[in-house]
């Protein structure tokens, strides 16, 4: 499927970012399958990517949004990433992307599957739906240099149960 060129501009930046990932301890938490299968905000299904976010509580709220379960997450744990400086991070300017925080998903899955089919930078900034003034990170499994990325090993999540407490 030939990708139509989108308008909104990515700035470039060159410096050493941590991500943060949350998830279901059955399944690897540094692949982009989940993505790959089901597409997200960013991809279109059959793109391996992986969501995260820049601050752990930025990506516990997104866990939380998405599980909307409403007690304490079992059996989730989390990972710090480290992108090196050497490699290239893209932004997106929200003001920029008329359409990417609509609930169909068509201006920012296309703007998304553009970048992952270019292979411009290993990861992309996104602005949250959930936090507007927040941004999330997406690395591209498919880009040359993923394999430079690092993780630390996986480590428990402490939830605060004032998160849950609905007395």
């Known amino acids: 499927m030939a990708l139509k060129k989108q308008r909104a501009t990515a700035k470039v930046l060159a410096l050493p970012r941590l991500a943060y990932r949350i998830g279901d301890a059955r399944f690897p938490l540094f692949d982009g ?5 089901e597409g997200g905000r960013w991809n279109s299904a059959g793109y391996p990517v992986i969501y995260c976010g820049l601050s752990q509580s ?45 609930h169909d998903k068509i201006s920012s899955r ?28 997406i690395i591209n499994q498919m880009h040359p240099d993923f394999t430079k990325i690092k993780t630390a090993p996986p480590e428990s999540i402490q939830w605060d149960h004032r998160l849950f407490d609905r007395s």
């Not at 399958?33 to 299968?37: E, K």
């Not at 296309?110 to 990170?137: C, M, T």
Request: proline share 5%; net charge negative; no cysteine.
């Open 33 to 37: 399958r989940g993505a790959m299968i």
């Open 58 to 102: 930025g990506a516990m709220l997104e866990v939380l949004a998405q599980a909307n379960i409403g007690k304490v997450p079992r059996g989730h744990r989390m990972i710090v990433i480290k992108i090196p400086a050497t490699l290239t991070i893209e932004t997106v300017v929200a003001d920029d992307l008329p359409g990417w925080d609509h």
């Open 110 to 137: 296309h703007f998304g599957d553009e970048w992952i089919i270019s292979q411009r930078s290993v990861a992309l900034i996104v602005p949250s739906v959930i936090a507007k003034h927040d941004s999330n990170i």
